[in-house]
């Protein structure tokens, strides 16, 4: 079966400071990673996707993340942070199974300051 | 993107009773999805269908049930509400086709069981 880890709990970065959330799999095969993004009261947003090509993925709202298969690692990242990246941001990997479900990070709270 | 909406938003209701929470869809989608998130834990498949006749149970499906009343409709009940039933839970969708595996997910509804 696979699984996620986000090893960060929690992080605290000063706005404009750079960023990289971490994200270790397991999975037999080549996986369908995400991440997703959920502020305060809202439901989850999708950051960016890998599914398979370049291993350096652009998303939107100015982030990144890099598949490293040697590593088992989708770490995302974005140079200079704001104030309204402040959120829950999960790692999830594409299910091997058809049901097609998505195995989720237990996540990483962010918190920006000014 | 899909237009996912789920009701009630926010939802306090007794230990015994019963409650449904539903999910509506606008695009079509022919896989929906219910996932429970607990501080800490990420998301949890609750269960997941993927047509009106096709009803699969996830990792949690415990003292739940439910009902896929149309295509872009998809119900989760909680027969006899108990207090670690306390959770957000959200409701989602995949597109058809080999890369069904993005998911676009429902605002969440807060439930709280006293």
């Known amino acids: 079966a696979q699984s996620v880890t986000q090893p960060d709990i929690h992080i605290t970065v000063s706005e404009g400071a750079s960023l990289e959330l971490r994200c270790n799999y397991s999975y037999g095969a080549t996986p369908y990673l995400f991440w997703y993004v959920q502020s305060p009261g809202q439901g989850l947003q999708l950051l960016l996707k890998y599914f398979s090509g370049d291993t350096l993925v652009q998303g939107i709202k100015g982030f990144e993340a890099e598949f490293k298969r040697s590593q088992s690692s989708f770490n995302l990242r974005k140079p200079s942070v704001q104030w309204s990246d402040a959120a829950e941001y999960f790692c999830?990997?594409?299910?091997?199974?058809?049901?097609?479900?998505?195995?989720f990070g237990s996540g990483t709270r962010l918190q920006v300051q000014p | 993107d899909a237009d996912v909406t789920q009701t009630p938003r926010n939802r306090i209701t007794k230990t015994g009773k019963r409650i449904m929470l539903e999910c509506s869809q606008t695009?079509?989608?022919?896989?929906m999805y219910w996932y429970r998130q607990d501080p800490g834990l990420g998301l949890q498949l609750i269960y997941y269908?993927?047509?009106?006749?096709?009803?699969n149970k996830g990792e949690i499906s415990d003292g739940y049930s439910v009902s896929r009343q149309a295509q872009a409709k998809f119900s989760l009940s909680l027969e006899s509400a108990i207090p670690n039933q306390t959770a957000l839970y959200f409701c989602a969708t995949t597109v058809p086709g080999q890369l069904s595996y993005e998911q676009y997910f429902g605002p969440g509804t807060r439930l709280t069981v006293t």
């Open positions: 269908s993927f047509d009106v006749k096709d009803i």
């Open positions: 695009k079509g989608h022919d896989r």
């Open positions: 999830a990997v594409g299910a091997a199974t058809g049901r097609r479900a998505l195995t």
